[in-house]
């Protein structure tokens, strides 16, 4: 294959190796890294190879969306293009549906480039399709949309008027992927009449359905791939011009799948966590020398927050786990995990305050904090403490 499609930044392949030669010549590293550093930068993060095969397997089949899964030891690569836009997943309740679609948003997500407008008529669940999601959007917020329709809405008639995130919101422009769960309940209109109004914005679709009935007023011809539940975990892939292929979703979500629910994933988490963290004595003192829950200053993105205190005060609503309470961070899209090229695995780091180190220190995200706990932050002003954050917390 010598013709490939451009870099998401709308950069060449020659252009790309270009700048890997710079960056190899310049930092004294081997060509084979620049060039991967090379074209994450430009909008692809993977190996050299894999990025010159998907560009051209972009160019050659037309595809404007790819996705990628592993599966049973293989790779499985199937897409959309212009002239087939829509895919289809097809189960019922408990097949795995939902966590088959979150895997596609991942790998969407993934590739870096194009953003997802995730739409669903429940909101965004706690089980572990609503895990799978959380993560990807948490790595990648700036392209993720999700929104929640409600069930006695006005119809779906326009995606750009619903295809909303809070606090973020992202335009759905060409290019982009549009996920649908549980499509009957989300769209109030015939399907092919919301299609007819949706495909114009040359948007791909993901469609997540119970039955084959639901898609049958849609052109067949219209449809890329169509994925369906033949038991339990179990999806035959039927993709165009491709063979069936079997996909099991239990292998795929064990290589992404966070930890597993706990007692603190409950409606009323969110109330626990969020009440914690108003209750904490940001950048104070407990008694004349004692500091308090955590710091923060202008120049931080996001608020050092002592994981002990807050489990102490989480605690307070029987929660008491150090592992419960980052996920649960995490899944509120709260926990940042990386900080400048450092990331955590046990979800906190090691930081010297002043003059004195604290091992178990988390970074809770300024930006969504302040979406959820408005005037919070204010309320804390900056520390004039000397703040390093050094190593991540090793378990």
Not at 124 to 148: E, M, Q, S, V, Y
Not at 286 to 300: I, K
């Amino acid at each position: 294959m010598g013709t490939y499609n451009r870099f998401p930044s709308g950069a060449s392949v020659e252009q790309v190796k270009k700048d890997a030669k710079s960056l190899s010549k310049s930092e004294g590293i081997p060509l084979h890294s620049a060039l991967n550093t090379a074209a994450a930068k430009h909008g692809i993060a993977k190996p050299w190879a894999k990025v010159l095969e998907q560009l051209a397997l972009i160019g050659d089949s037309d595809q404007f969306i790819v996705f990628n899964l592993q599966s049973a030891g293989r790779v499985v690569e199937f897409g959309l293009s212009a002239e087939r836009p829509i895919g289809v997943i097809v189960g019922e309740t408990g097949s795995g549906k939902s966590v088959l679609a979150s895997l596609l948003c991942e790998s969407h997500l993934a590739l870096g480039v194009s953003a997802l407008h995730f739409v669903s008529p429940y909101g965004i669940t706690n089980d572990l399709a609503g895990r799978l999601l959380h993560k990807a959007t948490a790595r990648h917020g700036d392209r993720a949309c999700l929104t929640k329709v409600e069930r006695n809405a006005n119809p779906l008639l326009q995606v750009t008027e619903t295809c909303r995130a809070t606090p973020l919101e992202i335009p759905v422009v060409s290019g982009d992927l549009i996920v649908v769960d549980e499509c009957r309940q989300a769209i109030k209109i015939p399907l092919n009449e919301w299609a007819a109004s949706t495909l114009p914005l040359g948007v791909g679709v993901l469609l997540v359905v119970q039955s084959a009935r639901e898609i049958a007023s849609l052109p067949r011809d219209r449809i890329s791939f169509l994925l369906t539940a033949e038991s339990a975990r179990r999806f035959s892939l039927e993709a165009h011009p491709r063979p069936t292929l079997a996909i099991e979703v239990e292998d795929l979500a064990k290589r992404v799948a966070p930890a597993p629910a706990t007692s603190l994933t409950t409606p009323s988490s969110d109330h626990a966590v969020l009440s914690a963290l108003s209750q904490m004595n940001i950048n104070g003192f407990q008694g004349a020398n004692e500091p308090g829950a955590g710091w923060t200053n202008a120049s931080l993105n996001c608020v050092l927050v002592l994981l002990p205190s807050l489990i102490e005060k989480i605690g307070e609503s029987e929660h008491p786990s150090a592992r419960t309470v980052t996920a649960e961070l995490e899944r509120m899209s709260l926990l940042m995990d990386t900080y400048k090229g450092m990331t955590t695995v046990t979800g906190s780091f090691s930081c010297k305050i002043g003059i004195k180190v604290y091992r178990d220190v988390v970074l809770v995200d300024k930006a969504r904090l302040a979406a959820l706990l408005p005037g919070k932050l204010e309320s804390w002003g900056s520390t004039n403490l000397k703040i390093r954050i050094s190593v991540p917390t090793r378990g």
